[in-house]
Structures are given as C-alpha cells and as structure tokens.
C-alpha cells in the first residue's frame, strides 16, 4: 500500500523556467493538499481540493497552479519559477476535509530555483 | 506557535529517558490537534492526536496532554529510542484546515 506518492523527488530549475509536481493517493481519499516547507517554519497551505472537481487556494497560492485530473491525482504547476520558491513541498491526502480528519503526507519533493 | 525563525529549538535526551515535546497552539477555538514526527529527508508522519473535548490520550510510548486554558499541547514520549530522532511538529484544526507549528528537534544521545 504506497498512500501517497509524489514525485520528483528532487528537481533543480533556473528562474524562469516551469515545471509541474506530480502526486497520487491510493486510499480512496476525497480531499488532497499541497504545502511547502521551508527552514525554521510550519508546513503552509499552498492549495488544497476538498473534493474532485474542486480546488481552492491557501495561505500561500501566489506563483502556484493546481489541477485535480481525478480523485487519485492532485497535480502543482509552478508556472514561471523564483528563488523564493526553493522549498521542499509536501503532498497530503485526508479522507474528507475538517476536523477531525488525519492528513497522510507523501515524502516530498525538494525544489532548488536558481 | 511561536516563530523560530530559521533555526528549531532542540531537545536532547539521553536513550532510555522521558522526553517532553511542548506546544503552544494559537486559536482558542481549535478542537482538533495532532502531533506529527518528521525524520530526515522524509514526510510528516502521525503518531497521536487529541480532540478538545479531551485532556489526554495515550498511545504506545506516548502521551498528548491538552491545556486549553494556556492553549497548550506536549507530547510525552516513554523510554526515547534512537529511531525517535527526529523533528515533531504539532497541527491545530479550526475552520477547514490545520496550522501547523514550526517544530521541535529531538536528538537522542547514546
């Protein structure tokens, strides 16, 4: 059972260029999740898609894109990317959005924009 | 939680001891937390969480002790083994979504 998988794991882009992060679920989740994390702070929402056929910004959407291609997918584009965006970014599934619900991350990708 | 900029705070416990993982959560109105462990190079990975409704929870070799009067949680972990070297963070849950807080590095020594 992989839960949630995402890939690449790590990726190296100049400013500028474009690249799209990949992630799936195979627990049948209903809501998926994207954060970054960076040195020293919490995990924050980028973008998250309470169901299929939804999606909705977080604390943090700013240079992000999002598409939810199916239940099991939740995909993150960085259209144009910046320095700002070297992060490491994390992949999450839930059952169904609020309370009360587990988050099940997947091992992250690591992105360096230089 | 507090912001710690760009270094965590770091606990160091001796293999064999307690540790006590602390917390402070933001809204006063969060019901829901959890406490997540981050090794290395690897996602957040649950280990405990606690409705408002209760004080504590324990599982196995860990506690999560609520205080919603100073908005407190810590994680309890009996008997600290070296593969509980990691990075623990707490999620609060009010509204739709968590906060999470920047976390705590436990170093066990030999």
């Known amino acids: 059972n992989a839960g949630v998988t995402q890939t690449p794991k790590f990726q190296v882009l100049k400013t500028g260029q474009s690249m799209t992060l990949q992630c799936a679920q195979d627990?049948?989740?209903?809501?998926m999740y994207w954060y970054r994390q960076d040195p020293g702070m919490g995990l924050r929402l980028i973008y998250y898609?309470?169901?299929?056929?939804?999606?909705d910004k977080g604390e943090v959407p700013n240079g992000y894109n999002v598409s939810r291609l199916n239940k099991r997918e939740f995909s993150l584009r960085l259209e144009s990317a910046a320095p700002s965006q070297t992060s490491v970014y994390f992949c999450?599934?839930?059952?169904?959005?609020?309370?009360?619900?587990?988050?099940?991350f997947g091992s992250g990708t690591q992105l360096s924009v230089l | 939680g507090e912001s710690v900029g760009l270094h965590l705070p770091t606990l160091s416990v001796q293999e064999g001891d307690n540790s006590i993982i602390n917390c402070a959560y933001s809204?006063?109105?969060?019901?829901?937390f959890i406490w997540y462990k981050q090794e290395s190079g690897k996602g957040p990975q649950f280990i405990i969480d606690?409705?408002?409704?209760?004080d504590k929870r324990q599982g196995q070799r860990v506690t999560v002790l609520l205080n919603k009067t100073v908005k407190h949680l810590s994680l309890q972990i009996a008997a600290t083994q070296p593969g509980d070297s990691a990075v623990y963070f707490c999620?609060?849950?009010?509204?739709?979504?968590?906060?999470f807080g920047p976390g705590t590095r436990l170093s066990v020594l030999p």
């Open positions: 999620a609060e849950t009010y509204g739709q979504n968590f906060v």
């Open positions: 627990m049948n989740h209903n809501s």
């Open positions: 606690i409705r408002s409704n209760m």
């Open positions: 809204n006063s109105a969060s019901d829901y």
């Open positions: 898609s309470a169901s299929e056929g939804t999606t």
């Open positions: 999450a599934s839930s059952a169904r959005q609020g309370r009360g619900e587990k988050l099940f």
